[in-house]
């Protein structure tokens, strides 16, 4: 989603976005095997403020592309 694609489709989301999003991915896929229950409350807060972060860039990712689509 973060490439343009020529003829088809501009990119939909930001590099910006994009890295931000790997870092909530990357604690998403070690925690989704990992069971034990104790949470790192430092990387919790971490993720937080990555949302925080992430909130208006992706969100003018998406109405840059919404607006592509109306004009298609």
Do not use: C, W
């Amino acid at each position: 989603m973060t490439l343009h694609l020529e003829g088809i489709r501009p990119k939909v989301i930001s590099e910006e976005s994009a890295s931000l999003l790997t870092d909530l991915m990357r604690f998403r896929h070690f925690k989704r095997y990992y069971f034990q229950i104790d949470f790192d409350k430092a990387k919790i807060q971490y993720l937080f403020t990555v949302m925080e972060r992430l909130h208006p860039s992706f969100n003018q990712d998406l109405d840059t592309f919404t607006q592509y689509l109306r004009n298609v």
